[in-house]
Nanobody
Framework: QVQLVESGGGLIQAGGSLRLSCAAS????????RGWFRQAPGKEREFVAGISWSGGSTVYADSVKGRFTISRDNAKYTVYLQMNSLKPEDTAVYYC????????????????WGQGTQVTVSS
């Protein structure tokens, strides 16, 4: 049974930073593509960032490029999302995901999902 557990969310003022973590358990987990998505109230879940199993390739949504950094520690089966220069429009529930294929911005490319962690950015 694969489980993904996010942590690190919270309330932060605009311009601040947060680091999200997503720990995985179950199966042999290091060779999965990992991704972060987010869903704001009344909106579709959208891709934020993805990282290949080796960590050698990353992809970012245009809205977070230059502010967010995705990374992973395969020894700990954990992926991180460092979020800097946060804006009120970054407010959302953030979900981590894992998939078998290469990095994709589509939700259908990820087989496993966490329960989400709330990030609220105040102005």
């Amino acid at each position: 049974q694969v489980q993904l557990v996010e942590s690190g969310g919270g309330l932060i003022q605009a311009g601040g930073s947060l680091r999200l973590s997503c720990a995985a358990s179950g199966l042999t987990f290091s060779r999965y593509t990992r991704g972060w998505f987010r869903q704001a109230p009344g909106k579709e879940r959208e891709f934020v960032a993805g990282i290949s199993w080796s960590g050698g390739s990353t992809v970012y949504a245009d809205s977070v490029k230059g502010r967010f950094t995705i990374s992973r520690d395969n020894a700990k089966y954990t992926v991180y999302l460092q979020m800097n220069s946060l804006k009120p429009e970054d407010t959302a529930v953030y979900y981590c995901a894992a998939g078998y294929a290469g990095i994709t911005t589509s939700r259908t490319g990820y087989a496993y999902w966490g329960q989400g962690t709330q990030v609220t950015v105040s102005s």
